[in-house]
């Protein structure tokens, strides 16, 4: 439940008391985040909508079923928020985008181990969109829209995800019949992940090598036909299944996929880039980077619900840290609140700070991308490279930094921490799936920096740099500044120990590149490479984050708190890589001691206001869906309701396991 | 399957090459490990009569399985395994330790989710023998030995955990009939996470604050009646349940307790130590220092068991990465192994030196409690605090590293370490749960850190150190050494790392004092508190490390590998916490690229060992569960069969979700 709500239940003391303490209105953040009051309004009413509908709650919740049946409950609620969302439309209401009801916060209340037609709208259809022609569109997406089928998105196999040219599936053109011949050459050709193949759609987008008169073009899309729509058999020569559990999301029916000479008509491989003729003959696309554009909008969105993941988790350990007493901190006195012990503290405020430095760069990369679209649609791809790099280095960047702090957040709850009904560590295993999905984090942290090792060169020959390299110019004759202890000396700082590292990096590969090629000059220096991204990616986001504040328009007891959070996030990670610092600044062992002072200083002084800030992300309690972290505080009382629902205490004896294995064993000896 | 069986299946080539570079012969290493050729052969037979029973073997994996259905095949399984214990007892078989069979590696092999019967083993019987008189002992260790009754120990509450002065459960003493009478006086007190006694147990030693003549004495263990013994009904009084599903460990039926007036016999308390009279009054222990030796010895335990955790990961990594090929780094040659990555071998190999680490590091405090104990028993209590400070920061120390390995080394095998059946998850959620039981590990560091402190005022004082505190002498006074890039001048770094944070500590808390009130000091210093206990514990484990390299009796080429391992684990860690060395030692920047360059040598030198090492482990493919990690690398075959087992593949439709939901949503508009 949200702030509104916040006198309808009555609520722990500690709690209500940390409320008082807050010297700004959660409302306001609130607003602030959503884009204004008349947002806010509009995520609620949208959030009543479905989370008060009956028919989407579980009385048994999921993960004491069988993982059958978690997959049929899933189906089960998805189509319930299909048919939801369709009454919206007819009503005129809002809902502006899907990805909300089957990815974001709001579908995350309802299926909380994913969503396994998801997939159907957030790639089958935007790739038909994107890929398909005019007429191909016409036919398949009208198809797709109004459900009479179910498609998903076939692209990673076993034996290659994040490197797709290494794909092995192959569609072979046979002009005599006008058709695409697919086949799994190998086990490893086997498509293996997608969401809802596994027993849900019944059309995917094929991604294979094409073939045509002998020659391999490389990996192109075809729309494949899987399941036969009334009785839902796979097709002739279709091999497909589900892949089985995994660590999290275990409701999405991720599937594996065969083919064994499967023929589909030449029409169905969608040419609005390259062609095939009936003759076989292949036409190029004129362009092969228009595609970077969709994997930018997909790294943007993964960026931004690794903020939400992370919000979450904060939500949830800052409130149980106000209402959890424990220890004896002065001899007599009553527990303290475990907010209150600054180890505690070290564990909660800077998550809390990632969670607004995540979402202020976020929003930045999708104004410049919205910006470099329309640049694109002009045909200017210029900004192209720095956009892609970017996006490549935040995912890796926040999903990697969103994970481990979701895990030092459930960590901070103690035991109750590692109980499901915490939903933490569910949590976990969805934000942790970020690191690997959508291009592994390595892979994408070395893509940025063969841009950077690119600007490094630009920059040494003079050239025009753009914003997000620019400090590179100069570099390395620059002088150091002398350090001082402001934000925008740290801001500074944090952008000289990512030309420092680049730097370092381009020297070594020149260096190693004389005595060895360069493919093996690059493997020994992509150790330093990763981290040049990542300090990269760290000086953004601080720069972000202290330009966002600078120019936010908050009231005077909000701004100081959001400068606080902003001057502890650059602290924590100078002292996390102090080594850096003393390397490539100006700062010197005797100045560390002042950030050690100050960040604890910080800590202290973000305290009171740090259930304010939680309450202000107005998290829905479905959303949390959490024992420690529901609105009310009332801790012991749900962690206690939720173990009543295990179907294990429905009765004082589980007859099966003590009459037939139990008891005998107890008995043997009598 | 072990190294001995090597030749049984067809091998992976790229495995079989690797095991053709390997230097040493891996059986050495599996010696060494073991303790002897001997004890390897021991392990191996007892692995075979456990491993090749059908009876414990699955042909639906558990985590397809409702929770019930987990919680009974796991009683099912434990009531097997009992019953093989003692038929090998019976045939005079040496099984000297119930431990392997319930929670270590071989146990963990039958049971992957936990064992619901651990407890009464691990738990019940010791307390009864280190707690109670030689009369509770005939009487309840007989009738537990024999499986007439089943107990598990029930401490821990909703309310407390680490601090278990905090509990809140009371026995009050009844002189009249001679009872005592346990309430449960609050929701918090409510006993809470005990294995096996949701629905498994029928007894339990509990953990209550002791009540007599209206004077409160601390807690006590008593023995409590759960359940009838035949009926398995709770007994009057008595509410009790499991507490719901968590991160891992499903299958241990861990359960709630709560008491509303339950009488027991006042010789229900088990009274070796402090004792209630007929009449009320109350004998204090002798000495509460007694009880310290239990906890030392379980930590010890747990940092073994990390280590194993640890081996199993880097194994199952390792196997993997040399069998994925994978990206193109020369254009146009065949995709390389992924170990031949310098970013992959440095997610790797670290890990790999860590489970040397941590195991030799065990093995010296193992020997150090041993020792201690015999001079407890001889009434010598001096060695005790250090004993207890070192096993506090190690079991902190060696599970945070072990999670975060554990993790590392998931996500360096992409999507397929998200996989059930790669047996990473599952891992890491056994891992991770030593962070929080048996002392939360920022409360063990800070623990260590008191005694640090007041080691350090011993040293300033001039007094004699302990060994493992003897590099405080002379601190901080010393002139800083020379550098050199040798292992022992490592070693010596580490140490004054440690050394410096801790005399930081100590001065900050002093300047602290002067304005506020100790706690307030101590509180303000506590995360400078826990990072020096951490470099306290780091130095140790590269000293022991070191140390047992040195003094171990290797052949050339596994000492050779051996020292690699020193060194990259010490490399490592001190560029990991560059700041620290730059601050506290003699390291200069210009020292900082010879680390790296060398860090980047010894993964390339580690690297053709890499797989004879992880076979060294010789852990049994049952033990690893581990489609990636088999020692066969049939990566692809084994990751395709284990999809095969999950139910909802059995049938080509799933016809309860095609037509109860799918089929209507997609048929609504026609």
Redesign the interface.
């Known amino acids: 439940m949200g702030v509104s709500e916040a006198n309808r239940k009555k609520c722990n003391e500690d709690l209500d008391n940390e409320r008082k303490k807050c010297t700004f209105n959660p409302l306001e953040l609130t607003h602030f985040l959503d884009g204004g009051a008349e947002k806010t309004k509009e995520r609620k009413d949208r959030e009543t909508y479905f989370l008060s509908d009956a028919e989407l709650q579980d009385n048994v ?1 999921d ?7 978690k ?2 409950n899933a ?2 609620k ?2 319930i928020i ?2 939801k969302i369709k009454e919206l439309q007819a009503q005129g209401g809002g809902v502006d985008s899907y990805r909300q009801l089957l990815g974001g916060q709001l579908g995350g209340a309802i299926l909380k181990d994913g969503n396994p037609l998801t997939l159907h709208y957030v790639m089958f259809i935007p790739t038909l969109m994107s890929q398909g022609t005019l007429e191909q569109q016409a036919l398949w997406i009208s198809r797709a829209w ?5 498609g998903t998105y076939a692209q ?1 196999e ?6 797709i ?2 794909l092995e599936t192959t569609a072979t053109y046979d002009p005599s019949r006008e058709e695409f011949v697919l086949n799994s050459p190998t ?2 050709s ?1 498509k ?2 997608p969401g809802g193949l ?3 759609a ?1 059309y995917a987008v094929v991604v294979a090598q094409l073939i045509s008169k002998g020659e391999k073009y490389g990996i192109h899309p075809f729309v494949v036909q899987l ?1 036969d ?1 009334n ?4 097709m002739p020569g279709i091999v ?9 999301m275990n409701a999405t029916n991720n599937g ?1 996929l065969g083919f064994e000479n499967v023929r589909i008509p030449r029409d169905n491989m969608l040419m609005k880039n390259a062609q095939v003729l009936p003759d076989g003959t292949y036409i190029k696309s004129p362009n092969s980077k228009l595609t970077y554009g969709t994997m930018v909008f997909v790294r943007v969105v993964i960026v931004q619900d690794c903020a939400t993941f992370l919000s979450k988790a904060v939500t949830i350990a800052t409130r149980y840290s106000a209402v959890r ?6 001899p007599g006195e009553r ?1 303290p609140q475990i907010i ?4 505690q503290q ?2 909660l405020f800077p998550h809390l700070a990632t969670c607004f430095a995540m979402k202020f760069a976020a929003g930045w990369i999708w104004d410049m991308y919205n910006n470099v679209s329309s640049e694109i649609e002009e045909g200017d791809l210029d900004k192209l490279p720095e956009l892609h790099a970017m996006s490549c280095c935040m995912k890796a960047v926040c999903s990697a930094d969103a994970s481990w702090g979701v ?1 030092i957040l459930r ?1 901070s709850c ?2 109750h ?5 915490s939903n933490l ?1 569910s949590t976990y ?1 969805l934000v ?2 970020a ?3 959508e291009g ?4 994408l942290l ?1 893509q940025t920096a063969r841009y950077l090792m690119k600007a490094y060169h630009q920059a040494s020959s003079g050239q025009e740099m753009t914003s997000t390299v620019a400090y590179l110019r100069g570099q390395p004759k620059l002088k150091k500044r002398p350090w001082a202890n402001t934000i925008d000396r740290y801001v500074r700082a944090f952008k000289e120990v990512a030309a420092g590292k680049i730097v370092l990096c381009a020297q070594n590969i020149e260096r190693r590149s004389q005595t060895m ?1 360069p ?1 093996d000059a690059w ?2 220096t ?3 490479l ?1 981290q040049c991204s990542e300090a990269h990616c760290r000086a953004f986001l601080v720069e972000r984050f202290a330009g966002t504040v600078a120019e936010g328009n908050f009231s005077v007891p909000l701004k100081q708190t959001m400068e606080h959070l902003c001057e502890l996030y650059a602290v924590f990670w100078m ?1 996390l ?7 490539f600044t100006s700062l010197t ?1 005797s100045d ?1 001691e002042y950030l ?1 002072e100050r ?2 200083w910080l800590l202290q002084a973000i305290r009171p206001q740090a259930v304010g800030l939680v309450d202000g992300f107005d998290l829905h309690d479905m959303v949390l869906g959490s024992a420690l972290g529901a609105w009310d505080g009332q801790v ?2 749900r ?2 309701e ?8 429905a009765k ?3 007859e ?3 009459y ?7 008995k ?2 009598l």
């Open positions: 919740p993960h004491y079923l069988s993982h059958a049946d997959y049929r189906v089960r998805s189509c299909f048919r109004s459900l009479d089928i179910l990673t076993l034996g290659h995800g994040t490197f040219r290494g086990l490893t086997y293996w992940w596994g027993h849900t019944n399941r729509e009785t839902h058999m796979p497909i299944g589900e892949i089985g559990t995994k660590m999290g594996y007493r424990q220890s004896e901190y002065v527990e209150d012990y600054r180890t070290y564990k895990e960590l103690g035991g921490g590692y109980m499901t009904s560590p295993g942790t799936a690191c690997t999905y592994e984090n390595t892979v070395l090629s493919e493997n020994m992509s150790i330093e990763t002292l890589r102090l080594g850096d610092f003393l390397m062992t560390v050690r960040q604890v012991y009382e962690l206690f939720e173990a009543q629902k295990s179907p294990l205490n004082p004896v589980d099966e396991s003590f037939k294995y139990l008891k005998p064993l107890l043997a000896n």
